[in-house]
């Protein structure tokens, strides 16, 4: 028996109750914003399930834009990035490289395109890249796994069912491997790698 509320059951103000009223909005439309000089939020659609979107920054450097995650691997979300992208002054072909924060298919999804019509390096923690090298996301274990993992969470039925979909992302290995502490140095600009597991071994 599964002991977590379901969505319905919490009451308002709760982080999960922020949650289902963001989900009641229904609003997947991309939406970019500049965060501060050479960064910026694009939305990018997440179709499966109930979750709206995943959101991708876009740095900017003096050798082309840096992604931080990608985005799932679906039309209307590669289609959303890349507009995302051409809003912020960037063309997909123009990216210098994919930071990743986690191997899941939502924000890992799309990094394979992104490499393939730029040539763009994609980096990720060592351990991140271990475990997307010990699931194979293309089983019928996973699938089965992930979706008795929704059930045991409370996750509404659409999202139960959209796991086939999820689970035929194929993930691909980074190009570079990071460690915790780590200074990377973005022509131009600085960026530090903070280990923070749990959500994934790497995060």
Do not use: N
């Amino acid at each position: 028996m599964c002991d977590h509320p379901g969505p319905e059951e919490l009451p308002i103000g709760t982080a999960s109750s922020t949650l289902r009223e963001l989900l009641q909005v229904g609003d997947s439309k991309p939406e970019v914003t500049r965060i501060r000089g050479g960064l910026w939020r694009i939305s990018v659609p997440f179709p499966y399930g109930t979750l709206p979107s995943t959101q991708v920054y876009l740095l900017e450097t003096a050798r082309g834009p840096v992604l931080i995650d990608s985005g799932c691997d679906h039309e209307e979300a590669w289609s959303a990035l890349k507009g995302g992208m051409r809003a912020c002054g960037f063309d997909a072909a123009e990216v210098y490289g994919v930071l990743i924060t986690h191997g899941h298919s939502d924000h890992h999804g799309l990094s394979g395109r992104v490499r393939q019509v730029s040539g763009a390096w994609i980096a990720m923690s060592q351990r991140e890249a271990e475990f997307i090298d010990e699931l194979d996301y293309m089983s019928s274990g996973w699938t089965e796994h992930l979706r008795r993992t929704l059930i045991l969470c409370g996750a509404p039925e659409p999202d139960r069912v959209a796991a086939d979909d999820v689970s035929r992302t194929r993930l691909v290995a980074p190009d570079r491997v990071l460690e915790d502490g780590q200074s990377i140095d973005l022509a131009g600009r600085k960026v530090s790698v903070i280990g923070t597991p749990g959500h994934t071994p790497g995060h």
